[in-house]
């Protein structure tokens, strides 16, 4: 099998001649390096493209200025109603949103009187990437679910205290928010894209609890899933975070695949237990950790605990992972080709 073969046999919950062993993404690789190129060929990785043409819930007629003062860039949302205003600071070693342009109800509703006019996706990147890689890996396009806008707007008290202050405002910003993601989605399917990465599920999880991510995730994401499945596209979930209390709920979405399934003590994911709840409709993926695993431990130790998940998980309806985290570097790369070995003994020993 090829690697896409692989992939596309597990994420279908069927049996490929190995498990994949699927890093998300080239980490800090140079992407056109002798170590990118060695990964690509010898794993099963997943490859993101983006699909471009605007912020698909904004609206391509959004008044939006930035300006730099110092270290500090600011981003100003004009609204019929009044400015909003997002705050992003940057240090020697990182940076961070430190001002929100939502506090209250109050102000989404000045978001949402921005007069919106749909943007039109552009799929030129998604499809040459995918030309590009042919056989080699699975090519996703990232998608942010309806979720997002909330999160992204608000900071993540103010989501918490607006979510128990007024949840029917905040399922409102969802619904608003569902319907021009699920518009701007069912556009680029219907122009090739066959493979898509959902985000956001996990500011629910996470931020929200289970009630509100049955009413603001598994109700409008099984729409948005719906779309995809329509043009015979594949719908890959990510969401971070102890997974013990969504797994079914993330399955009744009707997604095909769930990333990364995080093992503790990171995560809450015992893999044998979560293969039985979901894994006849739901291929699995990951259970690694990219930096504290495969990035940090020796071959040997990395080579030992990918064989624990393979007896764990068994040989469908699973891919071999991390975290998706992008952050491993040429010892990680390294570390995930070792682990094929390890799938192609697991395979030998599979009837």
Same mark, same amino acid.
């Given at each position: 099998?090829? /690697?896409?073969?692989? &992939?596309? #046999? ?22 056109? +390096? ?5 990964? &690509? #060929?010898?794993?099963?990785?997943? &490859? ?11 609206? #391509? ?18 609204? !019929? ?10 240090? $020697?070693?990182?940076?961070?949103? *430190?001002?929100?342009?939502? $506090? ?14 749909? !943007?039109?996706?552009?799929? /030129?990147?998604?499809?040459? =990437? ?79 609890? !289970? ?39 993330? #399955? ?15 995560? %809450?994911? %015992?893999? =044998? ?8 409709? *739901?291929?699995? *993926?990951?259970?690694?950790? %990219? ?30 992972? +991390?975290?998706? /985290?992008?952050?491993?570097?040429? $010892? +990680? ?11 192609? %003994?697991?395979?030998? /020993?599979?009837?």
């Amino acid at each position: 099998m090829t /690697s896409r073969e692989r &992939i596309l #046999a597990a994420i279908h919950c069927q049996q490929p001649d190995r498990v994949p062993v699927s890093p998300f993404g080239l980490g800090h690789l140079d992407p056109n +390096g002798e170590p990118a190129r060695r990964l &690509i #060929a010898l794993t099963d990785p997943f &490859i993101e493209a983006a699909v471009s043409g605007g912020n698909p819930v904004l609206g #391509a007629s959004a008044d939006v200025t930035t300006e730099q003062q110092g270290n500090v860039t600011i981003t100003t949302y004009h609204t !019929p109603a009044g400015d909003l205003v997002s705050r992003y600071k940057r240090t $020697k070693m990182t940076g961070a949103q *430190v001002d929100f342009p939502l $506090k209250t109800t109050a102000d989404m509703e000045k978001l949402l009187s921005i007069p919106y006019e749909a !943007p039109e996706p552009d799929v /030129s990147a998604f499809l040459a =990437r995918k030309d590009e890689i042919g056989e080699e890996a699975l090519v996703l396009a990232g998608v942010a679910d309806a979720m997002c806008f909330p999160a992204e707007y608000f900071s993540p008290e103010d989501l918490c205290l607006a979510w128990a202050d007024d949840p029917t405002a905040i399922e409102q910003m969802v619904a608003v928010a569902a319907e021009r993601v699920n518009r701007w989605v069912e556009k680029a399917c219907a122009a090739g894209v066959d493979a898509w990465r959902i985000i956001g599920g996990e500011y629910a999880s996470v931020q929200l609890g !289970p009630d509100a991510f049955r009413r603001l995730v598994v109700r409008y994401d099984t729409e948005l899933v719906d779309i995809m499945h329509h043009y015979g596209a594949i719908a890959y979930f990510h969401n971070h975070g102890p997974m013990r209390n969504f797994l079914d709920d993330i #399955a009744a979405i009707g997604v095909d695949a769930l990333d990364p399934l995080e093992a503790p003590p990171w995560g %809450d994911t %015992d893999l =044998r237990v979560a293969m039985e709840r979901i894994g006849d409709r *739901v291929c699995l *993926v990951g259970n690694l950790d %990219d930096m504290e695993v495969i990035e940090k431990l020796s071959r040997q130790e990395v080579q030992d605990i990918a064989r624990e998940r393979l007896e764990a998980a068994g040989p469908r309806a699973f891919c071999l992972g +991390g975290t998706a /985290s992008g952050t491993y570097t040429e $010892k +990680g790369a390294d570390n995930f080709i070792a682990m094929v070995e390890v799938a192609e %003994d697991y395979a030998r /020993s599979c009837p």
